[in-house]
């Protein structure tokens, strides 16, 4: 149920050993295959999941181009499927008005962001990266994709100190990005 290649998941498979003490997150979440997947394999860390899982109102999409309200809706089911498993906290909502006490509470050690939009990346960095433990992971996908200039303006216009943080280009095909809490 993931839209996500076996490549990118590779990736976050391959940091999993190397994540500090935190939570996960995932922003983007829409069927759930991929956060289920971090979740399963951290059993022993909350694992949190921010989607709207109606898709995005068409307000929501006013930086993007040639997409209609209702865009990335989740199938019906998602939330009852990923709440099977004890470690994963449902956020239903536009992010960030979705998150909970555990913006205060926790520190994240892995963060995926799926978003796909501008918006979306801009707020899901402004609201993560103060709270990613150190030496903990910041994935971006959909970076440097054509039909989603949104990810890679969100990241330009969050400064130069987070491209010092890049510990991982994919070639630019693969279109993800992965930064390091230094």
């Known amino acids: 149920r993931t839209m996500l290649e076996a490549y990118r998941l590779g990736n976050l498979w391959r940091l999993l050993p190397w994540l500090p003490p935190g939570a996960i997150a995932e922003v983007g979440v829409r069927d759930g295959g ?32 040639d997409l209609a309200g209702g865009m990335f809706a989740a199938r019906t089911d998602t939330q009852e499927w990923l709440a099977e498993l004890k470690n994963i906290h449902v956020r239903p909502g536009l992010f960030p008005g979705s998150m909970g006490t ?17 918006q979306t990346t801009k707020d899901a960095l402004a609201a993560f990266w103060p709270i990613l433990a150190p030496g903990g992971f910041l994935v971006l996908d959909d970076f440097g994709r054509l039909e989603t200039p ?15 943080r890049c510990v991982w280009a994919n070639h630019p095909w693969l279109n993800q990005l992965i930064l390091r809490n230094t």
Do not use: S
């Open 34 to 65: 991929t956060v289920r997947f971090l979740a399963r394999a951290t059993p022993d860390r909350a694992v949190y999941a921010y989607d709207t899982f109606t898709g995005l109102p068409a307000t929501a999409l006013a930086w993007e181009v």
């Open 102 to 118: 555990e913006k205060d509470a926790e520190h994240f050690a892995l963060v995926h962001l799926d978003g796909d939009l501008y």
């Open 150 to 164: 949104g990810v890679q303006e969100a990241l330009y216009n969050q400064g130069v100190f987070l491209w010092r």
